[in-house]
């Protein structure tokens, strides 16, 4: 059961909300009981293609050369 982010596009709050799977209902704002909102895209539900899903995200290339001074 995901919990997505929204934003209330009457009073600008952001906030989260537990989606059921198959519930296609939109949450109501809990600071101004507005049905306007919109779901945002957080860091935790968007992975760019090719990004492994599991332990450490993106790891810069080792260095072949080493500099000397």
């Known amino acids: 059961m995901p919990i997505y982010e929204f934003v ?3 009073c ?10 198959g519930n ?3 949450p109501v704002c809990p600071e101004c009981n507005g049905k306007d909102v ?3 895209i957080s860091a935790g539900s968007f ?4 990004i492994p899903s599991g332990g450490g995200g993106f790891k810069p290339p ?3 050369s080493q500099s000397g001074g």
Request: aromatic share 4%; hydrophobic share 30%; glycine share 8%.
């Open 62 to 64: 080792a260095c072949s």
């Open 24 to 26: 296609d209902s939109v």
């Open 38 to 40: 919109v779901k945002l």
């Open 47 to 50: 992975r760019p293609q090719g």
């Open 8 to 10: 209330c596009n009457k």
């Open 12 to 21: 600008g709050n952001e906030f989260e909300s537990l989606i059921l799977s």
